[in-house]
């Protein structure tokens, strides 16, 4: 561990001739560190002013982070290290080549803005081609995601042909994510004192450490989040204290409002980092001379006084005064400077005043890839049939083989496949397996068994216990190019990751307006009838998903499916969340031959499990066997005919093959394991009773769980889910009806 400290209440000018960081900023850069604090500054000055005037619609300032901003993009490089920056890093982005007329277009919200064609607030910076990387409005959600970029950078470095796009083979995702990396690239994210409250903040740090990773932590410490101040927000107050006993980092506190102490610390910094000697934490103590923003009012919770000493602190004036006392500029050209950058900003303002925003009809586009269709023929193939080495049949293998089996298969195909997750390695200590002590565990379904021996530590390893973390770094990862197949182990464990997949993975390609990206697959084992599971290990809960716009959601019931249909999710463009349900791993129901390393099928094609004429019943998942079972009772009673749909997946979901079936039998029953209320049948059943009305001889019905949570106890576990014989009754009554 290395520190470095700089007193941060020291006058610049003290600063400076302590340390003698003057000496590595030309007064070139000088002047133009001072060029683009200013201009900053008056862009936040304009956006106040065009604010009130009800030209935009929103501000928020990067007023008194100008110093450090500046002295981050000055001692990294813009398009080749990697940026995670939060809303008040206006000087960053300006530092590492966002023009004024770009920020001015976030304001207008203009089609032609860069960063997500006025789908994104202002100062929510995403510029591909600098690798300023889309950020969302969560605190602390793009910590994560940074340290998924460095693993990613690091990834590619190590194993460089895994970059490469295949030639011949089968259109996937490669064709259309362009890899870039550097063996000593440095990734850089900053986030404020009040974020580093959040747990993502330590969720990284961690991960950072683990890694050894060349990962730039820089805090923005301007003593306030909105109206708390620091000392309620972190205990002791300083974070660099709390932050001190993390191994392998180098650590810097310094005044943030001081360009040239903050650019040495910078420096020192990322040395460290492109070293490979591992993550840097930067704590650099700022001001916030305005309010939190236009909504806030300061004045409300801090006196004049304390304003006052802040304003002392001022880096745009302080830094102007330095500049005139070392000689550096005369009033003259200080003037001459502000009066150009001003003349700029005039330009700049009126320009992106003109322009449009993007048509309504556009408002869809980029919700998934405009490049992968995942409903298209390409993903339509046959299955081979396996045979024996003596040319007999092979015998069937259950869901969980398949899945294992696929995972292989496409991981000796794609080599940018990683997999982690909780226990999902064979053995971290590799040298157990290595002198032959354990066989190694694989998950705690065992379905990633084999896989860290025959591919090694690096594409599939345990994560740390930290939901958000999985998916966060796997976002992160795949922003890069990666494609991360990581493993939540237990359905009723994934919300610490729902910031993540709500708020970061689905909305990542539509916010940047597809400057990024991030295809991933996250496998979950999901569901009940486990006799014993309760409440924690076999809830159901899809439908909270299927509410996520830009997430692909499946849900297979049988082992060919999940064979094919996880092919699928790992060569598409989009974020797949895979369900595996737990009860179907190893049942007989269900079980199939390997169907071979194309074997895929296109999202969005329910399957008819079996055709029929008096009712239909859509179902997927866990129901579709105990639907099968209640309908081939019903048809040996009474000669009923019952058309039996297998969605596989929920979204998209394949609305001809419902419409096609209702419009035949004239009656539908929804069934799913989820419960009942506001869930992903109550959708459907919506839809069917709005756009199939004049089809429709009986009411839509539904069978579900019970709105309880499900319970230990086997007698009670029965009574909550839907059995074959509740499925039995409401088929028979609505054929009736
Ligand atoms: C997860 C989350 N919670 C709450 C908010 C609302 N919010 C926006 S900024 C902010 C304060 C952030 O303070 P700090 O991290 O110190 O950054 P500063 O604004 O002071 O630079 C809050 C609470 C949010 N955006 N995200
Ligand atoms: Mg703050």
Not at 3 to 15: E, F, H, Q, R, V
Not at 338 to 343: H, I, R, S, T
Request: a negative charge; glycine letters at 8%; one cysteine or more.
């Amino acid at each position: 561990m290395a520190t470095t400290k700089t007193d941060p209440k020291l006058a610049l000018s003290t600063t400076t001739k302590k340390v003698r960081v003057h000496d590595t900023l030309s007064r070139e850069q000088l002047i133009q560190a001072y060029r683009l604090m200013y201009m900053s500054r008056r862009i936040d000055d304009r956006e106040i002013l065009l604010k009130r005037q009800q030209k935009i619609y929103f501000q928020m300032s990067g007023a008194g982070h100008e110093a450090i901003g500046v002295a981050a993009g000055l001692a990294l490089r813009s398009g080749y290290d990697w940026f995670y920056p939060y809303y008040r890093d206006r000087a960053l982005c300006l530092a590492l080549g966002v023009e004024p007329y770009q920020m001015f277009l976030q304001g207008v919200g203009a089609a032609d803005d860069p960063s997500s064609g006025g789908r994104q607030m202002p100062s929510h910076w995403s510029y591909p081609s600098l690798h300023i990387v889309t950020q969302s409005s969560p605190t602390g959600s793009q910590i994560l995601q940074a340290i998924g970029c460095a693993e990613g950078g690091r990834y590619f470095a190590r194993r460089p042909k895994a970059a490469e796009v295949p030639q011949a083979e089968t259109t996937d995702y490669r064709h259309f994510k362009s890899v870039s990396f550097q063996n000593d690239e440095v990734t850089y994210v900053s986030l404020g004192d009040g974020t580093s409250s959040e747990g993502e903040f330590w969720e990284a740090m961690n991960a950072a450490a683990l890694g050894k990773l060349p990962v730039i932590f820089c805090v923005e410490d301007n003593g306030y989040a909105i109206s708390v101040p620091v000392e309620v927000q972190t205990a002791g107050g300083s974070i660099s204290r709390l932050v001190s006993g993390f191994p392998h980092f180098h650590f810097e506190e310094v005044d943030g409002t001081d360009p040239m102490a903050s650019y040495a610390a910078l420096q020192r910094a990322a040395r460290y980092c492109r070293q490979g000697l591992g993550p840097a934490f930067v704590h650099a103590h700022v001001i916030r001379p305005y309010s939190h923003s236009l909504s806030d009012d300061e004045r409300l919770y801090r006196p004049e006084s304390e304003r006052e000493r802040d304003a002392q602190r001022d880096p745009v004036t302080r830094t102007q005064m330095y500049l005139l006392r070392e000689g550096i500029l005369d009033d003259k050209g200080i003037n001459q400077l502000e009066k150009e950058v001003e003349a700029d900003l005039q330009t700049a303002v009126d320009r992106a005043l003109e322009a449009l925003p993007a048509p309504p009809e556009s408002v869809m586009n980029f919700m998934y890839s405009p490049d992968v269709d995942v409903t298209s023929s390409i993903f339509d193939t046959t299955p081979a049939t396996e045979a024996a080495s003596d040319g007999k049949k092979v015998a069937p293998k259950t869901m969980a083989d398949l899945i294992t089996a696929t995972l292989r298969d496409e991981m000796k195909r794609d080599e940018r496949i990683v997999i982690f997750g909780e226990d999902v390695a064979d053995c971290s200590r590799e040298e157990y397996l290595r002198q032959k002590l354990v066989k190694g565990k694989g998950g705690v379904f065992k379905l990633t068994f084999g896989l860290q021996c025959e591919f090694g530590n690096d594409r599939v390893f345990n994560s740390p216990l930290a939901e958000a973390a999985i998916v966060g770094r796997a976002t992160g990862m795949a922003t890069r190019g990666l494609k991360p197949v990581v493993e939540i182990q237990f359905f009723d464990y994934i919300w610490p990751a729902m910031m993540q997949i709500r708020d970061e993975l689905s909305t990542i390609r539509w916010r940047s307006n597809n400057g990024f990206s991030s295809p991933m697959v996250i496998r979950v084992a999901i569901g009940g009838y486990l006799t014993g599971g309760a409440i924690y290990h076999s809830q159901c809960g899809e439908g909270i998903f299927t509410h996520i716009p830009g997430l692909r959601v499946v849900f297979p019931s049988n082992a060919l499916d999940a064979s094919g249909l996880l092919r699928t999710a790992i060569r598409c463009d989009d974020p797949v969340l895979f369900l595996e349900h737990k009860r179907l791993y190893r049942e007989s129901y269900g079980r199939a031959a390997y169907p071979g390393s194309e074997y895929m099928i296109p999202f969005g094609k329910a399957k008819i499990v079996q055709p029929g004429t008096d009712l239909t019943v859509i179902t997927y998942g866990a129901v579709v066997p105990r639907a099968l079972q209640a309908a081939q009772k019903l048809e040996r009673e009474q000669g009923t005919k019952i058309e039996l749909i297998d969605l596989r997946t929920l979204n998209p979901f394949d609305w001809e093959t419902i419409a096609a079936s209702v419009a035949k039998t004239n009656r539908v029953l929804v069934a799913y394991e989820d419960t009942l209320s506001w869930g992903y049948g109550a959708e459907i059943a919506a839809r069917i009773a709005d756009q199939l009305f004049d089809e429709l001889d009986a009411p839509v019905r539904r069978v579900a769980a019970k709105d309880t949570f499900v319970a230990y106890q086997p007698i009670l576990e029965d009574a909550i889910l839907p059995q074959p014989n509740d499925l039995y009754l409401a088929m028979k009554e609505l054929v009736a009806y």
